[in-house]
Every structure is written in C-alpha cells, then in structure tokens.
C-alpha cells in the first residue's frame, strides 16, 4: 500500500512539472474553454428579453457558465488522444512491462493535469464575474456533499469513459477519427454548450440517458441548487453507476486488445 501511494505521487508530481512547461498551450485551451463562458450569457440576454428560461433567471443562467467552466476543467478528460498516438507509434509497449497499471498511471497523470488546469480556469472566472458583475448571482450557489460527491464521480466518469473508449486503438490501431466523434454528443449532452433543461424533452432524455450529462452537467446543476435531497442522490447513485459500468468496459477492452496489440509501431 505504502509503495502504491509512492508511485502514484511520483507520478503526479512528474507531470505537474511537465504541465508548467507548456504553458503556451495551457493559455490557448484555457482561452477556447472562456469563449464559451463569455459568449453564451450574450445569447441568453438576446433569447431571454428580461425573462426566465427553463426556470434560469439572468443571474442564475451567468452563474451556470462560470461554474461549468470551472467544473469542466477539473472534470473533463482528453487522454484517448495521447494513448492513441503511443499505440499507433509501438510506444504503449512500455506500460505492459511497468510496475504501475495503465490505468492507475493515466489517472494520476491526468489528475495533475486538471489540478493544473482548474488554476487556469480560476483568474479566468474572476475576470467573467468582473465583466458580468451586474448580472451574475452566485446566492444559488450550493455547495454540500451532494455537489462534492457528484464532482468527484463526474471526473471519474469523464477518466473511466475516456479510457474504455481509449482502448479502441488496440482494435483499429488508429482511432483518430473516431475520437473525433466523441465531442459531438460530449458538447450537446453534457450541459457544456447549453443547460439541458433548455431542451425539448425528448433530447433531455436523452441527455440524462447518457454518461455525458453525469460529467459536468450534473455536478454544476448540483452547485446551482436545481436539485437537492432523494432527487439529487438519485441522480448520483446513476453517476456512480456509469463509473461502474465504464471501468468494466475499459477492463474488457483491456483484455482483449492487449493481446491482439502489435507494438511494431507505424
């Protein structure tokens, strides 16, 4: 136990130091993740004309954008992108022979990468709320276990998932263009783009019928007190249910594509 939660700090701090390096790159992501942040509350004062949306006042509709900007740093994971290119380029061979799983290597790893990215994403909400200063209202904020449980399960959905769906370059040795997939549901369901409840019913189930929702949707409709008690626990233990599922899918794939997996390299 003792040797695992060494290895596992090992590798977080390795790539805290190697995340301060590209900082460049963290200041461009960090200012394509504000567009939305910044743009969106536009729409709404044009959509809104004074009133209510989906039971969103304006105050309440700015402090949604600013808390999934927020929420979205530390919970959205990107890494299919970078084992895809150590399986497509024979370097994955390496994690077979390590002392530490993949998983468990990936998970502290990305896990210093949102630390770092969620420092990005603060000065940047300070500078929303001092833009939109007299239209945003934070007074809904809640933030109790309910929220705190539900952001942590959201970043381990948003990891779990990633990685199952990661695995599929064992299969297709290239999955570029299928990860390119991913952000095409992941934007419209998961309450990034828009809230879900601004949509018709039919796509709010579908929403909520998918892990995407369970990733920053809920986590922030949580810190904003649209739910609260048995609602909001429910839709945790669901949360909770897609970490499952995903781990066991990704344990599947694994498996499977660990021993038709190659390594020559392209």
């Not at 004074?50 to 990107?78: D, P």
């Not at 001092?130 to 945003?136: C, G």
């Not at 299969?171 to 390119?180: D, K, P």
């Not at 419209?188 to 579908?206: I, N, T």
Request: aromatic share 18%.
């Amino acid at each position: 136990m003792i040797n695992r939660a060494r290895q596992n700090l090992g590798v977080l701090r390795i790539y805290m130091r190697e995340s301060l390096v590209y900082r460049a790159n963290w200041l461009i992501w960090i200012l394509t993740d504000a567009v939305n942040c910044f743009a969106m509350p536009l729409v709404f004062i044009a959509a809104a004309g004074g009133r209510s949306l989906a039971g969103y006042s304006t105050g309440e509709f700015f402090a949604y954008y600013v808390t999934i900007l927020l929420v979205g740093s530390f919970v959205t994971s990107h890494f299919m992108w970078e084992l895809n290119w150590e399986i497509k380029e024979g370097n994955f061979s390496v994690y077979l022979v390590r002392p530490i799983s993949l998983f468990r290597y990936t998970f502290f790893r990305n896990l210093s990468w949102r630390f770092m990215r969620v420092g990005m994403a603060i000065p940047v909400a300070i500078l929303f709320l001092w833009v939109y200063r007299d239209s945003v209202s934070l007074n809904e904020w809640r933030l109790g276990p309910e929220f705190w449980v539900s952001l942590v399960l959201g970043h381990c959905l948003s990891f779990t998932f990633v990685m199952a769906f990661a695995m599929l370059a064992l299969f297709l040795e290239n999955a570029e263009s299928v990860f390119e997939l991913y952000y095409v549901p992941m934007l419209f369901l998961s309450g990034q783009l828009f809230p879900v409840d601004l949509y018709p019913d039919w796509a709010l189930a579908l929403a909520r019928a998918t892990p995407f929702y369970y990733t920053t949707g809920l986590p922030t409709e949580l810190a904003l007190g649209r739910y609260a008690g048995a609602e909001a626990w429910r839709f945790i233990a669901i949360q909770a249910a897609w970490v499952v599922g995903s781990y066991v899918v990704h344990r599947i794939l694994w498996k499977r594509g660990t021993k038709q997996y190659a390594g020559v390299g392209i």
